[in-house]
């Protein structure tokens, strides 16, 4: 009989325990998506008057993207596409939902919510959601264990300047798809911002000790700006200011709970914006820093925005990416991350984390990306590279150089044409300035053969194109009266 000293038995245990130790825990994953925030809104992307310190150790710590795209400038649409990985006019969500609207999020259709829980996750999201706020539609529908939350824009309420008498009914609180609250206040705004916060906070203590994925989908700096006691008169921007500052705090809570809980090393967070400023709101507007035009257009200051994210130890900390990519692409590098399987459906997203990671000699997967409006316009095509814009005919919105209005009031914007198509070196001309089509013959035919493809699957309202590849929204049946 062989005996084992007790002292050896226990170094040889000791020993052992990698051998037989659980597979590496899952990443947490936290997005914060906050509305109408124009790409100089964070200090580290040049904001002024306010500061954004907690948004700014992300860069510190993680990795500046600075030409990071939406799919479409406008609230609905833009979340649709975040969630979905596809192009929102692929499944048939354009604009912004009214509180009338019988459509939305076609339950055929897989949220990062849905992917993520089918892996074992706990899904949660706070905050503005927007994809249809009828039933079949909410996110209890679509993958979120718990939610709490707007079922759409804070402007959609009669109490909006510039809300004519009976335009929308009142703006409900919604919890797991009930509403709890039929009258959103004004007071009641101005603890939105808190409230949805330390939703994601004790979401993340309920369930640390299990992979989670949270969404939080802040209203604001959506106009009509509201902001609690403890940031009002806080900046030397005003209100504007004063709610981005808000806004870094509840990030900052964020941050701080994962650190509180040792879920740094484990959480991936990403932080970024639907689209640009409403610039026509003026000082209750962000800013688009370089950029051409803001929220509602097709130009960079639409469709460009501020995006920040850390995961130590597998994002490099510090770094800045000047490569270009886009909200569709989270879902399926999320799916590689995590090993959960991609919807069924065909998506436009690809998986981008060697982009993401900074790996050496990484290249975008994409041949390029395609830039469509409301009602299916495609408005401009961008090489994979990111490098080169062409800028399709079409009409767009804009100030013309004009200030914007003040104090919750907007300016009207007028409307513009874009003739020819326009093709611009966003390495060189981040403003979009100048037209180099006639020296770049080669790149315009390319990129207008590209946008043909784009046409044939998705579909151009603007050419008349239907796309064999476009997907019907979820519908409710109407009854006539």
Known sequence: MLLIHPARLLVFLLLAVPLFSAAPRLPNIVVIFTDDQGYGDVGVFGAKGYATPHLDSLA???VKFTNFHVAQAVCSASRAALLTGSYPNRIGIHGALGPGATHGLNAAETTIAEMLKARGYATGMAGKWHLGSREPFLPNRHGFDESFGLPYSNDMWPHHPEAKAGTYPKLPLLEDGKVIDDEVTPEDQTQLT??????????IERHKAKPFFFYLAHPMPHVPLYV???????????LYGDVIMEIDWSVGEVLRTLEKHGLVRDTLVIFTSDNGP?????????????????????????TRVPCL????????????SDDFLMTIDLLPTLAGLTGAKLPSLPIDGLDVWPLLSRQPGAKNPHEGYGMWY???ELQAVV???????LVLPHRYRSLGGKPGGRDGLPVKYENRTQGAPALYDLRTDLG???????????????????????RDELGDSLTKRVGRGAREPGRIATVKK
């Open 60 to 62: 510190r710590d993680g």
């Open 194 to 203: 808190t409230r949805f916060t330390e939703r994601a906070v004790a979401f």
């Open 228 to 238: 609690s006691d403890k940031f009002k008169g806080k900046s030397q921007q005003g």
């Open 278 to 302: 409403w610039l026509s709101y003026g000082n209750h507007a962000g800013s688009a820093g370089p950029l051409r035009e803001g929220k509602g257009t097709a130009w960079e200051g639409g």
């Open 309 to 320: 994210m850390r995961w130590p130890g597998r994002l490099p900390a510090g770094s800045v």
């Open 374 to 376: 409301a009602q299916n």
């Open 383 to 389: 090489s994979g590279d990111g490098r080169w814009k």
């Open 432 to 454: 979009e300035q100048n037209d180099v089509a006639a020296a770049q013959p080669a790149i315009v035919q390319r990129l207008l053969a590209f946008a043909e493809t784009c």
